[in-house]
């Protein structure tokens, strides 16, 4: 399932991550890496606060429906 729909507070695992290779390179540089666990802290009108690797970032929905856990 897309990251967009995950439930927030629980974690999950990067299963993969859809897209062009110039966006999986960017999100691999903030930490959105295959097997990598994942946590959603907050949604807010499509936009997400997720923590990865210990650091919390901020992305949009479209991104979110790129990241598959």
């Known amino acids: 399932m897309p990251l967009s729909v995950a439930e927030h507070g629980k974690n999950f695992e990067i299963k993969r991550i859809n897209g062009k290779d110039e966006t999986r390179r960017f999100l691999e540089t903030l930490g959105f890496v295959e097997g990598s666990v994942i946590r959603v802290i907050s949604k807010m009108g499509g936009n997400l606060i997720v923590s990865v690797k210990d ?14 856990v």
Do not use: L
Request: overall charge positive; charged content about 30%.
């Open 55 to 68: 650091s919390r970032i901020a992305i949009d929905k479209t991104m979110a429906n790129r990241v598959m």
